[in-house]
C-alpha cells in the first residue's frame, strides 16, 4: 500500500533526523502502548496521565476534545473507543509533531484532530462550531517541583507556583465547548494534591458547574532521594506528604463537572 509506505518512511526519517525512539508505556492493568518519544525533551506519560484516562467515561458516537494532550497516549486510548470524533490540543510543536507519529503508527490518524496552541484557542479558531460531549484536561496541575524531581523537562509548561494556573483557565472555557443539549456532557480533570493549591481549584469548578464529583484517586509511591528534593524545595506544598517508612506516596484526585453556568 503506497500511503502506509509513505507514513512508514516519513516516521523512519524523523526517527533519523530528530533522535526519536520507541518506548513501551503501561497504562492501567493490561494495555501497554508503544509510542515515539524524544527522551529528555517531552513531558513522558506518568502515573498522573493514567489515573485521568482510565477515569473518562466515553459513549459510543461521543465527540471529544482533549487538552494537554502531550504525545498522544491518551489520545490513543480515547481514539481506540468507539468514539464519533477526537480534537486534541497541545501547547509544544514538537509534542503535536511526535503526537500525529504515535497516531499513525496505531492507526488512528483518520478519528482525530491535532492542533497546536494554547487551551481551547486553536478550537476557537478552526472549529468554532464543535460542542463536545466530553471535555479532558491533562495540562500540567503542579509548580516547578516537577522539574527538580525530573518529571517534566525545562522547556514543558508547568502550572506555576499554585499549580492552578492551567487548570483554572481551563475550567472556565471549558464550559463554553460542552454539548448542552446532551444531558451527560461531562468534564474530566485531575488535582496533584500535594503540589497545587486544590481549594482554588474546586471553588472555580464550584463557581462554572453544579455537578462537582471525585471520581478517582491514586496514591504514587516516592523513593527516599525524591522525598530529600521535596523536603528541600523552595516550592509550596499543599498537603503533607503521606509516609510509608523510609517512602512517601503522593496523591492525585480526579473530579468530572457537568451542568455548567453560564
Known amino acids: 500500500n503506497f500511503y502506509i509506505h509513505r507514513i512508514l518512511k516519513k516516521i523512519m526519517e524523523m526517527v533519523v533526523e530528530e533522535r526519536i525512539e520507541k518506548q513501551q508505556f503501561r497504562i492501567g492493568n493490561a494495555t501497554t502502548l508503544e509510542l515515539f518519544v524524544a527522551p ?38 480515547l481514539a481506540q473507543r468507539k468514539i464519533g470524533y477526537l480534537y486534541t490540543v497541545e501547547i509544544i ?12 503508527l496505531h492507526g488512528l490518524r483518520e478519528k482525530v484532530s491535532v492542533l497546536q496552541g494554547s487551551l481551547f484557542e486553536p478550537i476557537k479558531r478552526l472549529y468554532p462550531e464543535v460542542k463536545a460531549d466530553f471535555i479532558v484536561s491533562d ?41 448542552t443539549r446532551n444531558e451527560r456532557a461531562r468534564v474530566y480533570f485531575p488535582i496533584v494534591v500535594n503540589f497545587s493549591d486544590g481549594k482554588k481549584i474546586i471553588d472555580k469548578a464550584r463557581e462554572n458547574y453544579s455537578t462537582l464529583e471525585k471520581i478517582a484517586e491514586r496514591r504514587i509511591p516516592l523513593k527516599q532521594e525524591q522525598l530529600t528534593i521535596i523536603e528541600n524545595s523552595k516550592h509550596a506544598i499543599f ?12 496523591k492525585v484526585e480526579i473530579y468530572r463537572v457537568m451542568q455548567p453556568i453560564y
Open 40 to 77: 529528555g525533551r517531552i513531558f513522558q506519560p506518568n502515573q498522573t496521565s493514567e489515573a485521568v484516562y482510565t477515569s473518562v467515561e466515553v459513549y459510543e458516537g461521543d465527540i471529544g476534545i482533549e487538552i494537554g494532550a502531550g504525545i498522544g497516549p491518551g489520545t490513543i486510548l
Open 93 to 104: 510543536p514538537e509534542q503535536c509533531g511526535i503526537q500525529k507519529l504515535n497516531l499513525e
Open 139 to 179: 495540562v500540567s496541575g503542579m509548580n516547578d517541583v516537577g522539574v527538580e524531581l525530573g518529571w517534566y523537562p525545562p522547556n514543558i509548561p508547568r502550572g506555576g507556583e499554585d499549580g492552578a494556573e492551567n487548570i483554572i483557565p481551563f475550567l472556565e472555557q471549558a464550559k463554553h465547548f460542552l454539548n
Open 239 to 250: 498537603e503533607p506528604i503521606e509516609r510509608k517508612g523510609s517512602r512517601g506516596l503522593w
